[in-house]
């Protein structure tokens, strides 16, 4: 149990699970959705609940996002379940992963014919869309909040009751199209499935899951305050059950200190001088790939909760993240053969993954304005929230002035929910954070040479 709670953060959490899965055994309602923050055992519920139907004879569907969500989905549930028929529903071209080709149970087709006789089947919204026959009794939507509407109307026809589950927090439903039309439109497709959901079923019961079992203590109020401030949530670990440390010595540079600061107190801000850059900033680009080798070369281990005896951080542990492709090409390519095994990706693509460590390019590092895609709180949600003991975030000074310049000027819409909180305010929360934890550099550091 933490110190000062009077419920321990597992029994806090069980007893919202368990609230969930009543109502879906009650049948009382067509639908069910589960808000979650990061790392709270969003997947867990998915793959408990289908094995709970699964178990009382209730065949159902999953429906994901990605071909990464489905098979991370299907090794889960096989693990958890492995006398489980499951099929995983694919295009014709799809080369099943080594995590779908390692269960015996496991089959694949392009048409939900070629599945007959599974308990669960499993594909992405895209490819249930395609799907013109057949109707289930339950169906499990993951990243819920990440599903337009639009993609939830073609698959509705599928099922007659269904679990919502997704992270309001981050990254919305996006498109390449001007959307402007539809907006403020009961049925506008840019809304979230939950979104539209909620919008023509208020009554549906909404649960909540209280406690993130991946961000360590020293972020989850950190994260909760800055992206879920009327909902919340806490750390299921204490300040003592995890713990990040180096066996090699450092240079004594800059680059140590700033991963010095990060193992102690969980975040640092490495600071370049103020500066307007292209976006794909060379100097930038060479600090994420320094502190990402500077972890690598000091020998990390994390103790937690997980490993009491310490395991080492090894490169698939740690992440790089960045608002755009070009600035994770930079990246990828300052690391060189010495980062490899190093993950490098946008925030879209790291959203739902989780490392030891974390290095984040701020998405308003060097720019000239704040526009409504950096300021997105959903991206710099995804970026603070990917890590388990420490997270550095990378951003050239100034970009207090940067947001005091660009006050949000976007329209109020009638028939619009205003989005809580905006990105305006969620971005001075996390720089207020990070200003008493910041190292700043000079040019010409090792970082940028």
Known sequence: MLAGLA??????????????????????????VVDSPPGAGKSTLVVRAA?????????????????????????????????????????????????VEGHNLVRVAAKVAGLAGSAVIIG????????GEGVWPWAIVDEAYQMR???????????????????PGQLDPFSTVETARWTGLTWDPMQSAVATLLRHNPELPVHRLPVSWRL?????????EAFYPFTGFRAGTGPA????????????????????????????????PARHTPRTDGEAAAACAALAERVLRRGAVAVSEQAPDGAPV?????????????????????????????????????????????????????????????LESGRLCVLASRHRHGCVVVARAGIAELLDAHPSTERVHLDVPVKFPDGWAANQAMLTHLAARRVATTAGSPAGC
């Open 124 to 131: 992405t919204a895209a490819k249930w869309a395609t799907v």
């Open 7 to 32: 419920v321990p953060p597992a029994v806090e959490a069980e007893r919202v699970v368990t609230a969930v899965l009543a109502d879906l055994r009650s049948g009382a309602h067509r639908g069910v």
């Open 216 to 224: 360590p203590a020293t972020a989850a109020p950190v994260v909760a």
């Open 51 to 99: 094995v709970e139907l699964a178990a009382a004879g209730e065949p159902l569907i999953i429906i994901a996002q990605t071909n990464e969500q489905v098979d991370d989905l299907i090794d889960r549930l096989a693990r958890k379940a492995p006398e489980l028929p499951i099929g995983r529903l694919s295009a014709t071209d799809y080369q099943p992963s080594e995590r």
């Open 241 to 272: 059950d995890r713990a990040l440390s180096f066996t090699e010595p450092g240079a004594g540079d800059q680059l140590d200190a700033t991963v010095e600061l990060a193992a102690a107190s969980g975040w640092a801000l490495y600071e370049l």
């Open 314 to 374: 090894t490169a698939d542990r740690i992440a790089i993240g960045a608002a755009h492709r070009d600035q994770v090409a930079a990246i990828r390519a300052r690391l060189g053969e010495a980062g490899a095994g190093i993950t490098v990706d946008t925030a879209n693509r790291l959203q739902g993954r989780e490392y030891d460590v974390t290095i984040v390019l701020h998405p308003l590092s060097g720019r000239r304005d704040a526009t409504a895609f950096h």
């Open 149 to 167: 509407s639009d993609a939830l109307l073609r698959v509705a026809g599928r099922f007659e009751r269904a679990l919502f589950v997704g992270d």
